[in-house]
């Protein structure tokens, strides 16, 4: 009897340990959307400030509540990490200047689809260009000067900016999902709402996905010269510490501002390491962006998001999958040019050859344009003898 009593303390023990290991992969994604689902990432009308705990110099400012052990990547890359907090002033320390880690789309795009379980790692080591999902948490986001106001519950500013940034990405040759959906209200359960959109766009199958906002400060916090050629609304990466793809969400928002930084320098502002998970924990490859604030002009951060799709661009098929169609369109243009200046030529030099003096040439060239036009005068006019011939009308084989 004690030997079973010992027996069933031991598979009690077994199965107890158990459930501790399988515990961070099955529940990990439902139990800390509950767990932030109630506590708000933003100030209601207020906003934070970041300081250097040594300079006393501003950092950063932003809506989103900052948390002791909250970090930030700012545009030159450096790194600070949060300290404390008095009031709304967030002191943080300077931890080092990083180099942004740059790691290839295929290796993020091939472990994605091994871990969705579409293929085996070992399969495919050249993968197609990703499905991109784009939505909207807070879908009534808008901006004042353009929209009239802050907040639209039918849908705000920010879809019009979702729509031009799916536009470039489509024009350069990325299949784009666009959810219009506005997860109202704006509140704590907007998250919440707003994952069962994500997992709608993960049966169709996405395998990257943009949740687009904007911030709530004055409008010069995201107003910087863009690549010396003016003043251009900027970006904001969010990445949430609390999921177990942080890692890996953390390097994609590195490698896609390495990307922007050298084709469009200082377009994006920096990198917000926060406290939450903003539901990207269901994929790998998820990121918020912050295109501006409420009080920037929403013809501008459209602007900016059409530049931020070309580095998306250009990170996911390179720049010559970028630019296929403008190649494509200067390369047929360029050859017909070639081929009118290459008859000119070939009709100049036939014209000087054949003619004793330059009045004869001229008279040559006269009628060669004369006899030319009025032909082609004739063709737009109602077509020649064979067209006559064919009886014009002849609607049988229409």
Not at 49 to 68: G, H, L, S, V, Y
Not at 146 to 171: C, H, K, N, Q, Y
Not at 224 to 233: M, S
Not at 240 to 248: E, P, T, Y
Request: aromatic share 8%; charged share 25%.
């Amino acid at each position: 009897m004690k030997i079973q009593k010992k027996g069933f303390v031991f598979l009690a023990f077994l199965l107890f340990v158990t459930i501790l290991m399988l515990f961070p992969i099955l529940g990990y994604n439902v139990l800390q959307a509950q767990v932030y689902e109630d506590k708000p990432d933003e100030l209601a009308s207020d906003f934070f400030i970041m300081k250097d705990a040594e300079t006393r110099e501003t950092i950063m400012q932003t809506a989103r509540i900052i948390n002791p052990g909250d970090k930030y990547i700012n545009a030159e890359n450096d790194l600070y990490r949060v300290e404390n907090i008095e009031g709304n002033i967030a002191w943080a320390t300077h931890v080092e200047r990083i180099t942004l880690r740059e790691v290839p789309p295929d290796e993020w795009l091939q472990g994605a689809l091994a871990w969705k379980g579409t293929i085996e790692e070992s399969q495919q080591k050249k993968v197609t260009p990703p499905t991109i999902g784009v939505y909207h948490s807070h879908g009534a986001e808008s901006y004042v000067p353009s929209d009239g106001t802050e907040s639209i519950p039918e849908g705000g500013g920010i879809l019009d900016v979702g729509d031009s940034f799916t536009a470039s990405l489509r024009d350069d040759g990325l299949n784009v999902i666009h959810v219009d959906e506005t997860h109202v209200p704006h509140d704590a359960g907007a998250y919440y709402r707003s994952r069962r959109t994500c997992e709608e766009l993960l049966g169709k199958g996405v395998d990257v996905l943009f949740d687009i906002h904007r911030d709530a400060v004055p409008a010069e916090e995201y107003l910087a010269n863009v690549d010396g050629e003016g003043e251009e609304v900027q970006l904001q990466f969010v990445v949430g510490q609390q999921n177990q793809n942080m890692d890996v969400n953390q390097s994609f928002a590195e490698s896609l501002k390495s990307v922007t930084d050298s084709i469009y320098p200082n377009l994006v502002k920096g990198i917000f390491l926060a406290r939450g998970n903003y539901n990207q924990d269901i994929i790998p490859l998820s990121l918020l962006i912050e295109v501006g604030s409420h009080e920037n002009k929403k013809e501008r951060a459209e602007e900016s998001m059409t530049l931020f799709a070309d580095a998306v661009s250009t990170y996911f098929v390179g720049p010559q999958g970028r630019q296929v169609s403008e190649r494509t369109e200067g390369t047929a243009l360029r050859s017909v040019l070639w081929v009118v200046l290459i008859a000119g030529l070939v009709l100049g030099l036939y014209l000087l050859i054949s003619t004793e003096n330059l009045e004869e040439l001229r008279a040559k060239v006269n009628h060669f344009f004369k006899k030319e036009f009025a032909e082609l005068g004739r063709q737009r006019g109602g077509g020649g003898e064979e067209d006559k011939e064919d009886g014009g009308g002849g609607g049988e084989n229409r």
